[in-house]
């Protein structure tokens, strides 16, 4: 019998090191009120959304990414060919394929490494990083470069009250490699697709192709049924992933939830009995929804602004279209 060899495991992974890129516009709550009948004051109210980031239309979803990538390589004292694995959780990659990140993984140098998108939405990056301790741990990859990206001012509709004024642009990106130490919890993750049209696009291409007049496919909500959703069934999430890592919310510093709606962090750090001394991420105020690209974003200005410190205990979770969530509990680099 042939002796088949196998990948060779390494016991521990964790994040070696975070880069960020948000859109270089800053848009004003009353830049975007007049459209949808609303003021600076209700949006407040209502999301804790302050401004949010856009970019221009010289740049898409993977310049960002592009950005966020080399910064997160130079933090980490590595360069793209030190990367064997692509990994770039996007829905704004507007082309079918090829995929977002084999083009990404050319531009910075990690050519010939494994490339591929994942389509989570707001739980594209933590679904990522689940993938990346995986393949890491599993001895299939040395480097994983993990990259949560959106341009969403693609797919908005100014005149939509349900999701459109909450969304921004930016690019987050991980490096995920081995470790001496846990770095990385176990991921809990699921999707309940019985709820799928909760976050969902107005029509599809096949519906655009039939039909011009439809014009371009942007977003929608059903606000109530994702806040309901979010705030009480998405803490039960994030207590699984601390139980499968062994740690309690007294041992968690850092709290890096979805930057959904400032209402939900708040509510989900009420059921989880967070202590008062827990950071807690709020990127949101002057970064907006971001979807997959929302908690890099919201680690890399906690990590910038000495907030939080490398080798703190975050707790991070995603949740979104679909219904998709992940959660786990990371060492921050």
Not at 60 to 80: P, S
């Amino acid at each position: 019998m042939t002796n088949l060899q196998q990948a060779q495991p390494t016991q521990f992974s964790r994040i070696l090191a975070i880069g960020a890129e948000r859109g270089e516009l800053v848009v004003t709550n009353d830049d975007i009120a007049g459209p949808i009948d609303s003021s600076d004051e209700w949006i407040r109210q209502r999301t804790g959304i302050v401004t949010r980031r856009r970019a221009g239309a010289d740049k898409d979803v993977l310049d960002l990414a592009e950005a966020a990538a080399h910064k997160a390589l130079d933090a980490a004292g590595l360069t793209g060919a030190d990367i064997d694995t692509v990994i770039l959780s996007t829905i704004t990659h507007m082309h079918m394929t090829p995929s977002g990140a084999a083009i990404l993984a050319e531009r910075i140098g990690a050519t010939p490494a494994a490339a591929y998108d994942v389509s989570a939405a707001c739980a594209g990056y933590a679904y990522g990083i689940g993938q990346a301790d995986a393949l890491v741990r599993a001895g299939l990859a040395t480097h994983v470069l993990v990259i949560g990206a959106e341009k969403l001012s693609e797919i908005i509709d100014p005149t939509d009250r349900s999701i459109s004024f909450l969304l921004g642009d930016g690019a987050g990106a991980a490096i995920v490699g081995p470790s001496d130490t846990p770095g990385i919890g176990p991921t809990v993750w699921g999707s309940d697709g019985a709820k799928a049209t909760a976050i969902r696009q107005t029509h599809s291409w096949t519906e655009l192709r039939e039909d011009a007049s439809l014009g371009w496919p942007t977003l929608r909500q059903d606000g109530p049924t994702v806040f309901k959703w979010a705030s009480f069934q998405m803490a039960p999430v994030a207590e699984k992933a601390m139980a499968e890592a062994g740690v309690t919310a007294e041992d968690i510093q850092v709290f890096i939830p979805h930057q959904a709606n400032m209402r939900i962090i708040d509510q989900m750090k009420k059921q989880l009995g967070l202590p008062d001394t827990v950071v807690i991420a709020r990127d949101i105020a002057e970064t907006g929804n971001t979807s997959a690209a929302s908690i890099p974003l919201a680690a890399e200005r906690l990590l910038s602004e000495g907030q939080a410190k490398s080798g703190d205990l975050a707790l991070q979770i995603g949740f979104g279209a679909g219904l998709v969530y992940a959660a786990q509990v990371v060492v921050l680099p």
